[in-house]
């Protein structure tokens, strides 16, 4: 991946972290906060390496596997980070056996990590791209704990990233293993 296109990809996901906070989002981080929070288990990198699956495509991952292993269901739902006063991310996972597990690959969270399902999320395929909506309607996300926070933190990452070229080089480095 080239350095300019690293660096669109990150301006445009600075511009989701760094939107001004909501109604919208507020309620929504409440009624996350209100459901159970389950620790899930990720395969091993090696195991998810073999069954070919790519990080950052946790949808597309879970689409093929259940294609491929029809006693699986594919789980829409939030990751929880705890970092910053905590924000949730959408996220697939599957569910085998009574089991949930992530298949999706990450340097930064390689191992079992806090789950909410959301089960008034649904995932679209339009023109080939995924479009997620929650009960019929967008939605935003990430959805913050603490946005003031969050957004202080991503500010301060913005201006040392993308102030020195050296780091998007680093970025995109990092993006080609």
Not at 14 to 23: H, I
Not at 123 to 144: D, E, I, Q, Y
């Amino acid at each position: 991946m080239k350095t300019e296109s690293v660096k669109a990809m990150l301006v445009r996901d600075f511009q989701r972290w760094l939107r001004p906070p909501s109604k919208a989002e507020a309620k929504l981080v409440e009624e996350l906060r209100q459901s159970p929070h389950l620790t899930v288990p990720k395969l091993s990198p090696e195991r998810l390496m073999l069954l070919g699956m790519n990080a950052t495509h946790c949808h597309a991952n879970c689409m093929k596997f259940v294609k491929d292993d029809t006693t699986a269901k594919h789980v829409l739902g939030w990751h929880f980070d705890p970092i910053d006063g905590g924000f949730y991310i959408p996220h697939s996972v599957v569910e085998q056996d009574s089991e949930l597990l992530c298949l999706t690959p990450s340097r930064r969270a390689p191992g079992p990590f806090v789950f909410v399902r959301d089960p008034a999320m649904r995932l679209l395929t339009k023109r080939g791209k995924h479009v997620l909506r929650r009960n019929s309607k967008a939605f935003p996300w990430p959805a913050r704990v603490d946005p003031e926070r969050r957004i202080a933190s991503v500010q301060e990452a913005k201006e040392e990233l993308l102030g020195d070229p050296s780091l998007l080089e680093g970025a995109t480095m990092e993006l080609r293993e």
